[in-house]
């Protein structure tokens, strides 16, 4: 290490340091062993300053090596022996004379600290062979079972690589920064570690949204798989993992940056996807050929149609253009409503106060059918008729500004554009419940009827209503007559018959 960075110094450092407070249970510097390579990396602080002294070393390899153990299915034993081989290794991969950088099996095991006398040879030659398989060549195995390590990069390749991986990092840390030395890379690298359980819990809610725009505009979400991809990445432990696994994902190194620029159009979208979902619903709740929205239908209809999965997946601008023109129109559209939803409130007005009048008149028909002399009952069928009518009364309060802000339709009365109430039935009614009527005061108006009324009638309650009949003044008896005065007519004419 001293001779590859001439850096005597430092390498002076690392060494003190690790023989006097390197964490284990006995000092180095009193055990009057070999101090072994892998003993540099056993101080979290050793390894800080071998990376610093190496600034021209690659260590992405040595990191993923490590990671990789963890899939080898060891006893806690010989994964602590196999960490310690790869670290060995991998200083010895420093020395300036090549042959030293291969180690035989039986090297190994006489660096092996003493308090592991059951490791030979045999056991350390039977790891190398599981862990160079595991390693995908970062260890590798020569004649007589020598083994080596092998930097799969140049060793420019720790900023290269961050450098030329900084679009997909920036996918979890938007604000990662080009590097070009150690110890700014250490710094971007940490703020990237930091960031990365973050995105987990934020890429869920995207993919959520995403998935629920897709299934609302009727579109397959094939292209979530990118998305997938994502949340697979942030599930890695470190940027070089990151980008090891984003390279797997792509299919290659060379398609990072296509994979990089879907997912980013998918964080886009997502990213309007709630608003985009506000609309499709808003837009489907306006009722179609409506004459009163026929000078904005156009609009609805082109926004209908632009609001496709993948046109917004494949054109980011489009999402912004939709928004934007949607508030435009949505200020067109609610003057349109309040207009229509006040003459709509006028004619229900108008409605229930012609209704409650046939609702006072019907009861008096119904009273006077009781009366035998009066002849057969009449419009009987219109008491099914009335209540018709009456469900068709919808009643709003907000007569005048309905907000609309979330809703296309008036939260009380839920108006669409219909015609209004069926005021041409409820006139027909009227006309024909006004017939029954006049029919019964004709009957009523025999002079018979009229002298066992006026005789029977001692508190002179009837003296209007008889002179009415008198005079056939039959359409303004309906103002006269009440449910009440007929009850008191009919007790009337049974008591005199009985």
Not at 168 to 186: A, H, I, N, S
Not at 244 to 254: C, F, N, R
């Amino acid at each position: 290490i001293g001779r590859d960075c001439q850096r005597d110094e430092i390498l002076g450092e690392i060494i003190g340091e690790t023989l006097c407070a390197n964490g284990s249970e006995t000092a180095l510097l009193s055990s009057k062993r070999l101090v072994m390579p892998a003993d540099l990396l056993r101080s979290s602080s050793a390894r800080l300053r071998i990376r610093a002294a190496c600034v021209d070393q690659s260590f992405e390899t040595y990191e993923l090596a490590s990671l990789r153990l963890s899939r080898l299915e060891l006893t806690p034993a010989h994964a602590h022996l196999a960490g310690d081989l790869v670290k060995t290794l991998f200083l010895a991969s420093f020395s300036a004379e090549p042959g030293r950088r291969r180690l035989k099996p039986s090297d190994l095991a006489q660096l092996v600290p003493s308090h592991q006398p059951a490791v030979d040879a045999a056991l350390i030659s039977e790891l190398l062979a599981s862990m160079a398989s595991e390693l995908d060549g970062v260890i590798a195995l020569e004649g007589g079972g020598a083994a080596r390590y092998r930097h799969s990069d140049p060793p420019d390749s720790f900023l290269r690589r961050w450098n030329d991986g900084l679009a997909l990092l920036r996918l979890v840390e938007p604000e990662l920064t080009k590097v070009y030395d150690m110890v700014t890379l250490f710094a971007q690298a940490e703020k990237f570690r930091a960031t990365l359980c973050d995105r987990r819990a934020d890429l869920s809610g995207q993919a959520g949204h995403l998935r629920y725009l897709a299934a609302i505009l009727g579109a397959s979400p094939r292209a979530l798989i990118a998305l997938n991809a994502f949340g697979n990445l942030l599930a890695t432990g470190n940027h070089e993992a990151y980008l090891k696994q984003a390279a797997i994902s792509a299919g290659g190194a060379a398609n990072l940056p296509a994979l990089t620029d879907e997912i980013a159009r998918l964080e886009r979208l997502a990213n309007r996807a709630p608003k985009l979902i506000e609309i499709k619903r808003y837009l489907d709740a306006i009722p179609g050929n409506r004459e009163a929205l026929r000078q904005i239908e156009p609009i609805r209809l082109q926004l209908l149609v632009e609001l496709d999965f993948q046109s917004l997946l494949a054109r980011h601008e489009l999402a912004d253009s939709i928004i934007e023109r949607f508030e435009n129109f949505k200020l067109e559209y609610r003057e349109l409503y309040r207009a229509a939803h006040r003459a709509h409130h006028a004619a229900v007005d108008q409605f229930a106060r012609k209704l409650e009048l046939q609702e006072i008149r019907f009861p008096v028909l119904t009273r006077l059918n009781r009366v035998r002399e009066l002849g057969q009952p009449l419009g009987i069928e219109l008491e099914h008729e009335l209540k018709m009518l009456a469900h068709e009364l919808t009643s709003c309060s907000d007569s005048c500004a309905p907000d609309l802000a979330d809703a296309s339709r008036c939260r009380v009365c839920e108006y669409r554009f219909e015609s209004g109430p069926p005021l041409a039935e409820l006139d027909q009614f009227e006309e024909r419940l006004g017939e029954a009527l006049k029919e019964k005061w004709k009957a009523l108006s025999s002079t018979g009827l009229i002298r066992i009324l006026t005789q029977a009638d001692s508190q002179g309650r009837l003296n209007e209503m008889l002179e009415l009949l008198r005079q056939e003044a039959f359409d303004r008896l309906a103002a006269t007559v009440d449910e009440d005065t007929a009850v008191y007519i009919v007790g009337l004419l049974i008591k005199a018959r009985s």
